[in-house]
């Protein structure tokens, strides 16, 4: 059985109509029934004592004799019943043609949404001028299939550079196997070679896919443990030693005695990121500059280098997977563009946030702010 709220709204709308209104009727047919009744009753019973008093004065219907009172009454109530079927059926009626004009916007919009298919996904529907509900309901919508359509490129996109990513390795070794195959008796050198090319390529792309797996965890933050900002720092300086004493880079660590709270694996990876980042893009003889400082509510950590620096016009780009201001440059060293798209969901995933400032060829500075627990027995 079809259960009333299951029913269309227009129906239910006209089904509580009829309601009311046969309620109404009813009891105001009830009503004046009673009434004439007694009117009758008591004019009757009145004119039988005293005839007299009341023939000089009009009643509300001509007297007659006892059975024609009777016959009124029936006529009454026949006549009463028939304008209340009539009251409740022309009213149904028309309360169906009302709600039907009324809904009509909603009807016209489920319809073009109903129309949206694979084919034409992202089409915006018709904003109706008025400022109702519906109207509301409609720019709501498009605003949604806007955002869907944003994050739907933002995938395609990301797809994509992934596939563009992995290939390029993949491609190398490839032709670095086959060019070996054409030689008849390739030398141990050469074999050596290809190795060594090989281990770079297949090196690459365990980076990479790595990373991907990383950029696509569900990991949430779980435990927020305390963590010495020093001893974290003094671990990714070790693990960066090569290429920081390679270029002769100065190290300014100014985070003692500050604490940062967090998962540890994730919040070291974030800052591994952004430390290689300032080594990678330092300029030989440079100085990189690690303060952090709190406050009651936060840990703020800065990182500066006075590196090659990023164009103003990129700056919000960086943090976009596979983004690199210079694609070759960053593939020649070793690079794909996904270091600080992990650290941007590192950080979010901690509740903080990271904002970049940077002069090109001048200096960069990435400032990274991280809430304390609210709860003071976790600190
Ligand atoms: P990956 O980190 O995946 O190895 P990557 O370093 O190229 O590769 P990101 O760390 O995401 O990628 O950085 C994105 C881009 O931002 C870099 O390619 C680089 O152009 C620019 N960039 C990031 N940090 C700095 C910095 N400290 N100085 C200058 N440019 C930077
Ligand atoms: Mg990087």
Do not use: W
């Amino acid at each position: 059985m079809i259960r009333f709220n299951q029913l269309p709204l227009r129906l239910r709308l006209t089904l509580l109509m009829a309601l009311l209104l046969t309620t109404a009727s009813i009891l105001l047919m009830m009503t004046s029934v009673f009434a004439a009744r007694d009117i009758y009753k008591q004019d009757f019973q009145r004119i039988e004592g005293r005839p007299e008093e009341f023939l000089s004065r009009k009643p509300i219907v001509p007297l007659r004799p006892g059975a024609a009172v009777i016959q009124n009454d029936r006529e009454f109530t026949t006549v009463g019943i028939i304008s209340t079927i009539i009251v409740i059926v022309v009213g149904t009626g028309l309360t169906y043609l009302i709600a039907g004009r009324a809904l009509k916007p909603v009807t016209d919009l489920s319809q073009e949404i109903e129309e949206i298919g694979d084919n034409n996904l992202f089409r915006q529907v018709r904003v109706p001028p008025s400022n109702d509900e519906v109207s509301k309901l409609s720019r709501s919508f498009n605003r949604m299939i806007h955002k869907l359509e944003k994050m739907f490129d933002a995938q395609k996109n990301f797809s994509a550079n992934a596939a563009h990513e992995l290939k390029t390795p993949l491609a190398a070794m490839i032709a670095n196997i086959e060019v070996l195959q054409l030689d008849d008796r390739p030398t141990v050198d050469e074999y050596k070679e290809t190795l060594e090319d090989t281990l770079k390529n297949a090196q690459r792309l365990s980076h990479l896919v790595n990373d991907l797996l990383k950029l696509n965890a569900e990991q949430s933050v779980a435990i927020y443990e305390k963590i010495e900002a020093r001893d974290m720092f003094g671990s990714i300086i070790d693990e960066l030693l090569q290429p920081i004493q390679s270029k002769n880079i100065r190290i300014d660590d100014r985070t003692a005695d500050v604490q940062l709270y967090g998962d540890k694996p994730l919040l070291y990876r974030a800052f591994y990121n952004v430390i290689h980042n300032a080594v990678k893009y330092n300029k030989p003889n440079g100085v990189i500059i690690i303060a952090a400082a709190e406050n009651a509510d936060n840990t703020r950590i800065t990182i500066f280098d006075t590196g090659i620096g990023i164009p103003e016009d990129q700056l919000d780009k960086i943090f976009d997977p596979f983004y690199c201001v210079d694609k070759s440059r960053s593939r020649e060293l070793g690079g794909s563009g996904l270091g600080l798209s992990i650290v941007k969901m590192v950080i979010e995933k901690h509740g903080g946030e990271i904002q970049v400032q940077s002069v090109a060829d001048v200096s960069t500075t990435i400032v990274i702010r991280l809430p304390k627990p609210r709860n003071k027995d976790d600190r």
